[in-house]
């Protein structure tokens, strides 16, 4: 496993990270059980994962509760990123549409109280606006309420995940200016690279690092979804249409003879590219297994992609057609 430093922070987190959701939400084809769960999350450390990225609202604290209670007395030992933003409280989600969201100080400070008691911490590492809309990340009372959380020892340094689905772009422009954002996340793999190329060049200029989540496109680059694939309404990936899926399934087609000159696997491939990015920290697949966590942190070697390579994939990005990209609503 290879380590990469986390932005402007000092913190260094293994190119492979562990996203905590799948182990507290079963939208992603399969529950997990907590057995299984805490399994996952020890073999994770034991290859070199020392990165485990979650929020409090997976599993409203479920996730988080699980990551304290193996890591219990090994804190020192991982790095812990959570985020916040989502009042959960009386409040039942029904599918994947937004819950209320809050960032005043108030409310900051309650969730951070909640987050270290379930962790089992008095720190967190990376703490994390949870798909903040525009308007919070130009409200300076926020960066005010975690800028003295860092003083005082809570946390670490902040990221800004946005979401939800892809885009954001200004979003995550603006977050980068703001001294103590250290890593902005968006979702970035090798079909879906806007806005992600220009987030990663505004954070080589910024030194914030980028974490991706979504690198396997939805399962296209692992072979999880093909063209008979039919997804349950539960899952994550219900937004993915039939037209999409087919679309998606040519263009991994027209990569595969880089790949098969570089001894790569698609999968291999995909997160290669991604590695290949200097400005990403750490990449964060979906895993629902042991053996996931496995392959994927076996990718993490430098051996990467060349400059010869990315061009050409370049070249085939730019003559497929655009897509939807999310943004905050602006007022006229």
């Avoid at 007395?73 to 916040?84: C, D, F, H, L, P």
């Avoid at 937004?98 to 969730?111: G, K, M």
């Avoid at 911490?121 to 798909?131: A, E, K, S």
Wanted: some cysteine; overall charge negative; hydrophobic content about 35%.
């Amino acid at each position: 496993m290879k380590y990469r430093r986390l932005g402007k922070s000092d913190i260094r987190v293994s190119e492979i990270g562990f996203g905590a959701w799948t182990i507290a939400l079963d939208w992603w084809g399969k529950k997990i059980e907590e057995d299984e769960a805490k399994r996952m999350l020890k073999r994770a450390y034991d290859i070199g994962i020392n990165f485990f990225e979650t929020a409090d609202m997976y599993g409203k604290g479920k996730s988080e509760r699980l990551i304290g209670e193996v890591f219990s007395g090994m804190r020192n030992e991982i790095v812990i990123s959570t985020k916040y933003g989502y009042d959960f409280t009386g409040v039942e989600q029904i599918g994947h549409s937004e819950l209320p969201q809050r960032f005043d100080p108030l409310f900051t400070e309650y969730a951070l109280r909640n987050s270290m008691e379930r962790l089992k911490t008095d720190h967190i590492d990376v703490y994390g606006l949870h798909n903040p809309k525009l308007a919070h990340i130009r409200d300076d009372t926020v960066f005010y309420t975690l800028d003295s959380m860092i003083n005082e020892g809570k946390i670490g340094t902040c990221q800004v995940a946005l979401g939800p689905a892809i885009g954001w772009t200004q979003e995550g422009l603006e977050a980068m200016e703001r001294g103590s954002v250290s890593a902005v996340q968006t979702v970035y793999n090798i079909l879906e690279q806007t806005p992600g190329n220009e987030l990663i060049q505004q954070a080589q200029k910024k030194d914030v690092g980028i974490l991706v989540r979504v690198p396997d496109a939805s399962g296209i680059l692992t072979g999880k979804v093909n063209a008979e694939t039919k997804i349950d309404q539960k899952d994550h990936r219900a937004i993915r249409k039939g037209e999409w899926i087919m679309e998606s399934l040519d263009k991994v087609e027209q990569l595969r003879p880089i790949a098969k000159r570089n001894g790569f696997t698609i999968p291999e491939l995909a997160i290669k590219f991604i590695l290949s990015k200097e400005p990403v920290s750490s990449v964060l697949p979906t895993v629902v297994s042991i053996e996931e966590i496995e392959q994927f942190a076996a990718m993490s070697d430098g051996k990467y992609l060349n400059e010869s390579d990315i061009m050409e994939i370049s070249g085939l990005y730019s003559c497929w057609p655009p897509y939807e990209i999310k943004a905050t609503v602006q007022s006229a």
